[in-house]
């Protein structure tokens, strides 16, 4: 074989390899954004949004959560390298926002596909509150839930009209929730109550309750330090004073100091509401909602 003939076939060698590598990386880009069976992948940061993409996405899209465990802290979570490339390649991110996180956030910059910040549906009512537990206000799910359904239309438009259905019935749901809250404001208005942490914001500010906590306390208590003493004693004064109605407690974010304000409530009659950041195993979006609304009514009763 000539010298020239050899140098012609290395070089279409080459090419065709470079081809094949090519269309490999291009592949793989595709299967994050489609699974195999050509389904968009959603790629929401914790179950709580993963919920409300599943339940616009129904069976036409594949949803995957990235915080499932009730012992994984959004605010402090470190996305793994699988995490990051599924983040990367998804068809369609959706997170919280407003630094709760921030992991996802950080880890879908520079994305070109379609990416949900939660935070920044808030209703314009909310656009000076930075409580940045906006997943336990309804209008903001809602509206986070319509982009799901109007971003997997734009690409997978064969299951647009699907994706819209079942928006309509997922806002038909969550309008359950606000009938409970609204029946609260009525029957039990500017309530006094108290939270460990201001996680159940929203809820009680859609129950037009009282929130009497001390601001550096619940403060504190989210960040992981010790609340002054001062503010431990205030705490304590308004529940054995019962001055206040309820206590919202956050049982996934347990320590000395919460735990000593629950059996204070509970000594002085003042019922407990549990609350969570994640949802508990086996309900969805809604009903997980549906018993937070549910919980204080009974508590406020």
């Known amino acids: 074989m000539s010298r020239s003939l050899t140098a012609r076939i290395a070089v279409i060698a080459v090419g065709i390899a470079a081809a094949a590598a090519l269309a ?4 793989t880009h595709e299967s994050g954004a489609k699974t195999a069976s050509g389904k968009p992948t959603i790629i929401a940061s914790t179950n709580v949004w993963g919920s409300v993409a599943t339940a616009v996405a129904g069976p036409d899209a594949q949803v995957t959560s990235i915080i499932n465990s009730p012992t994984d802290d959004p605010h402090s979570y470190t996305t793994s390298p699988t995490d990051a490339a599924e983040i990367h390649d998804a068809a369609l991110v959706v997170y919280n926002g407003g630094h709760y996180d921030e992991f996802a956030e950080k880890a879908a910059a520079g994305r070109s596909n379609p990416t949900i910040n939660a935070f920044d549906l808030r209703p314009a009512a909310l656009a000076k509150d930075d409580n940045e537990h906006i997943f336990y206000n309804p209008d903001t ?14 690409v997978d438009a064969a299951h647009a009209q699907a994706y819209n259905d079942r928006l309509i019935q997922f806002q038909s749901r969550l309008k359950n929730i606000g009938t409970i809250t609204d029946q609260i404001a009525a029957d039990h208005p ?3 109550v108290m939270q460990t942490e201001p996680i159940a914001h929203y809820l009680l500010l859609a129950a037009a309750a009282d929130d009497r906590t001390p601001h550096s306390f619940e403060e504190a208590i989210e960040q992981g330090t010790d609340p002054a003493p001062a503010d431990v004693a205030a705490v304590r004064g308004l529940l054995n004073g019962k001055q206040v109605r309820a206590l919202v407690y956050n049982i996934q974010t347990e320590d000395k100091t919460t735990q000593d304000v629950a059996a204070t409530a509970k000594a002085a009659g003042v019922p407990v509401v549990d609350v969570t950041e994640t949802l508990p195993q086996g309900t969805d979006y809604v009903g997980w909602q549906t018993q937070n609304a549910k919980a204080l009514a009974a508590a406020l009763s």
Do not use: M, Q, R
């Open 141 to 154: 799910v809602s509206a986070v839930a319509a982009k799901i359904a109007a971003d997997l239309g734009s």
């Open 190 to 192: 500017k309530a006094p």
């Open 24 to 27: 490999a990386c291009s592949s």
